[in-house]
């Protein structure tokens, strides 16, 4: 009997979250967080490991006539997951520590992006799709080993009580600082590559900054003036969540027709949105669950479906895995602990900060994926990279115990109770 379209939906999406599920009781008893094991889920249904023991069942489960339906949902769930982020991003965490986040956090985006640009030069003859130029694989390149996990991060400190301590406020605003910078960036390589030439990308690049200053300087006014009438005795009405929905489907609808994708609009404006009177709260309580229980296990799969680890074959390709995840790490970990000492952070707490900001996660398989949407990079090098973020997100829990032990944590965060009393 052949499965109807939603019946077949239903299957993906109940296998999906099934695997997830099981998987994260192993992840939480190997201290990792919950997108470890939803990452692994996707690459164990994927070609990788289904596709190799029982491929009659992967095709059969995941034809591939479903991926445009299962891709469009996803992305429905990016878009949500996104706008949750920017509302989820406090403004507080920009201004306060302005001097040691905004070093620490460029430290560690310019270090990486350029080695990055650097590698790109051995990468691009060998893993570059044909026809695909030097300048957007190589800003891509750069882009995609500076990424830090904003979200994935923010779980890390809070399941190792490091919320409340010095390094867990500066990590946490570092990577607010980080995602801002590396949205734009990816937003101004995207108008690279989607563009024919450079007067498209700059007008690309043109238009996205009128978007962007609309935003921040007419639409914010006036949502911050709308948001007390929205709330209604402290509650936000179906309608007036419809009409927020709208507003972020239009948002979203803008930059992708601009061409710097609809995932900037949706970010953009969570982070407009005012928070007071509880607004940005009320939201994220009505959309965070169905966007990261539901929706976002379904881009993890497609993600996973997408990545072939058989591609990377050969001593050769290996030894270049494992040298983007060391020049990534270098990058990342090197830039950020040296910014950090300079700031005045002991060398322990610095070497912390530097293994939190090593986190990669989801932000960087949403990087890889709008790559590979573009035609930037290859299946072999979209692989190779999604290696280097498992590794990379793998390893932050045990290298920053490591580091920085628990008995010096908890320390720091009965003196920061202790100051806050």
Known sequence: MELTT??????QIAAILLLSRALSVVTRAL????????MLAGILLGPSLLGQLAPHVMDTLFPAASMPVLKTLSQLGLVLFMFVIGLELDPKLLKERRGSSVLISHASIFAPFVLGLGAAWWLHARYAPAGVGF??????????MSVTAFP?????????????????????????????????????VVAIARAHGLSEAGLTAGLAAVFVLVM??????????????????????????????????????????????????????GTVLPRDGGFAKLLIAKLEAVSVLLLLPLFFAFSGLRTRVGLVSGVGDWLVVLGIVGLATLGKFGGSTLAARLTGLGWREANAIGVLMNTRGLMELIVL???MDLGVISPTMFTMLVL????TTFATTPILHWVYPEPEALRQTEAALLTRT
């Open 369 to 371: 994926n709008v790559g």
């Open 216 to 269: 921040l300087f007419v639409a914010r006014p006036l949502l911050k003036r709308l948001s007390a009438r929205l709330l209604v005795s402290g509650e936000l009405s179906s309608a007036h969540l419809v009409f927020v929905l709208l507003l972020l489907l239009a948002s979203a609808g803008i930059t992708e027709l601009i061409g710097i994708h609809a995932l900037f609009g949706a970010f953009l404006l």
């Open 135 to 144: 300048l957007p694989f190589a800003l891509f390149c750069g882009t995609a």
């Open 388 to 391: 280097m973020a498992l590794i």
């Open 152 to 188: 994935v991060l923010a779980r890390i400190l809070t399941e190792n009580g490091l919320v409340h301590t010095r390094i867990g406020a500066i990590a946490i605003a570092c990577a607010a600082v980080d995602d801002v910078t590396a949205w734009c960036m990816l937003a101004f």
């Open 6 to 11: 939603l019946a077949l939906l239903l299957a």
């Open 31 to 38: 201290g990792q967080p919950l997108v470890m094991a939803e």
